[in-house]
């Protein structure tokens, strides 16, 4: 089955053939990791050969890039692996971690419901306002988009661009800083006082957008912790492999992303501070209240 955007063109078969291919060979491996494993490895070659490319790949670069993504797949899980073991588990590696699959918004009473210790970090990268990336569709020659990604995973992609960036990229101001104040404000009843949030994030707009992004963790109950090195108020920096599209706005600042850290903010003397009101627990304290 050749390869066909969403308005029909079509181009690439033979590659868009064997990638299918690959992608049957990676569901037929038994250990279930392993199988997630290749998976992936089929996913990120389809991505580096597909989504904005200008020039059609061939069977050959297919069969160069498997090799190479791999190699780099198979080297960082053995680093990933020996950092693991670098530690102690107490119950074992796989006991020790969770994977909760959520809208944001939902996480704090996912982790509530599980009865899991308040958290001491949240790392994380948001949608960036006003900045066009496609986080569910790969984008061929002349911006067609294809869902070909969903079609390798065998997955069905029921959602519009918008339910991956926080509302409208269009009208950044009318959802997404709502919805980002929703999510901490939700997610503030996990921390303590010494969680740390640490968010990388890019900006249209850096000018505007900035600012109310900061006004939305204020509101949302987080103050901004300043980096003691760095002489200004956030850590920026261009944005290195940004896909095309958003290459062209990097002149509106769509190039450059922040690097921002939080912290609840301290409870004043209504007493309501962070971590208190939903009887959370001090790190390894689990089913106690502070
Ligand atoms: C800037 S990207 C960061 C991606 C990831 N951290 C990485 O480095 O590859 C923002 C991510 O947030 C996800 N996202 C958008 N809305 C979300 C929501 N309501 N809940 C959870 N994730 C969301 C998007 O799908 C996208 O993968």
């Not at 061929?140 to 409208?168: C, I, M, W």
């Not at 980002?180 to 968010?199: C, E, G, I, P, Y």
């Not at 903010?265 to 390894?284: I, L, N, Q």
Request: hydrophobic content about 40%; overall charge positive.
């Amino acid at each position: 089955m050749p390869l066909v955007t969403l308005d029909g063109t079509e181009y690439a078969p033979r590659t868009h053939a064997l990638l299918l291919h690959l992608r049957t060979a990676a569901l037929d491996v038994k250990d279930p990791g392993a199988r997630r494993l290749a998976l992936i490895t089929v996913l990120r070659v389809g991505q580096l050969c597909f989504d904005c490319r200008r020039v059609p790949p061939s069977p050959l670069v297919l069969s160069r890039m498997i090799r190479v993504v791999s190699q780099l797949v198979l080297d960082q899980m053995e680093l990933y692996a020996a950092i693991c073991r670098q530690y102690r588990w107490p119950g074992g590696l796989r006991r020790s971690l969770r994977v909760v699959q959520s809208d944001a918004e939902d996480l704090a009473d996912r982790l509530v419901s599980a009865r899991v210790d308040p958290v001491s970090l949240i790392l994380t990268s948001p949608p960036y306002p006003g900045v066009h990336v496609l986080y569910h569709r790969w984008q061929v020659y002349g911006r067609k988009e294809t869902a070909l990604p969903y079609h390798l995973l065998q997955l069905n992609d029921g959602s519009f661009e918008s339910h991956y960036t926080f509302g409208s990229r269009k009208k950044p101001d009318a959802l997404y800083f709502d919805k980002l104040a929703a999510v901490f404000a939700s997610l503030r009843r996990v921390t303590t006082r010494s969680t740390v949030v640490a968010q990388v994030v890019g900006f249209s707009d850096p000018e505007s957008h900035l600012p109310r992004f900061r006004q939305a963790m204020q509101s949302a109950g987080f103050d901004e912790v300043m980096n003691p090195d760095s002489p200004d108020d956030v850590i920026a920096r261009i944005v290195p492999h940004r896909r095309w599209y958003a290459e062209l706005c990097a002149g509106q600042g769509g190039g450059h992303e922040f690097v921002l850290i939080h912290r609840p903010r301290r409870s004043g003397a209504s007493g309501h501070g962070p971590g208190t009101d939903f009887g959370f627990c001090a790190r390894g304290e689990r089913g106690r209240r502070r």
